[in-house]
């Protein structure tokens, strides 16, 4: 039939054959109504909502997104960043003696900036100073064998050369030597602890800002 909006409609009988159908739906989109009251049509259009997505401004599923490695292809060793190289061929601490230093161990390095806070006597500052010196040259030889070993990965992966056998080789030393380098950060903090009595560790919790960190781990009363 020809709907009155003047299009071709659609209808939906309610069971009845020679009665008006409950809606008319209109292919240019009005909605023809039965009326309940006068038994008649009414007419109520409703404006169909036609959402349009624009492959321009809404992503698509499938489509290629960002990635967060983006750019990262630039560097010289993928896995780690300029700055992890710096770091770890200069010894820094690289967060790996966190589990001692946020549970009341000090770290040999800012016992030695805070001394004077912390008041330490001539003979702690020169034994917490050689732990120092130990740890701080032993994590730079290490730290840049780790650097060879990650850079060793880098390249296999980089020739494809790589295969199961040498992969658990490289990956195996890698991890190696990483984990050499948190027992000797951590080994410093243990032993600095050792040479502190109680109020100085509590003393330097307050000044790097830790709270609920003030137990006694070995410090000397």
């Known amino acids: 039939m020809v709907g009155r909006s003047g299009g071709e409609a659609v209808r939906r009988s309610s069971g009845r054959s020679d009665g008006p ?27 169909i909502i036609v959402v349009v997505i624009l492959a321009a401004g809404i992503p698509v599923y499938g489509a290629a997104q960002d990635s967060p490695y983006v750019g990262l292809g630039q560097r010289t060793i993928k896995a780690l960043s300029p700055e992890d190289i710096a770091g770890y061929a200069e010894g820094a601490g690289m967060s790996l003696a ?17 001394a004077e806070a912390l008041g330490l006597s001539q003979g702690q500052r020169e034994a917490i100073s050689a732990i120092f010196d130990s740890m701080h040259s032993q994590a730079i030889a290490v730290g840049r064998q780790y650097i060879s070993a990650e850079q060793r990965l880098d390249s296999l992966f980089a020739a494809r050369e790589i295969t199961p056998e040498s992969l658990r080789e490289v990956v195996g030393e890698a991890e190696r030597l990483k984990g050499r380098l948190r027992v000797i950060h951590l080994a410093a903090h243990l032993e600095t602890t050792a040479l502190m009595d109680r109020e100085q560790v509590s003393r330097y919790q307050h000044l790097r800002g830790y709270e609920g960190a003030e137990q006694d781990h070995g410090a000397h009363h």
Not at 21 to 47: I, L, R
Not at 108 to 114: F, I, Q, S, T
């Open 98 to 114: 966190l589990a001692a230093e946020l549970n009341g161990y000090p770290g040999p390095r800012h016992v030695l900036d805070d």
């Open 21 to 47: 159908s409950d809606c008319e739906v209109s292919v240019y989109g009005s909605v023809a109504v039965q009326g309940s009251t006068t038994g008649g049509y009414m007419k109520q259009a409703f404006p």
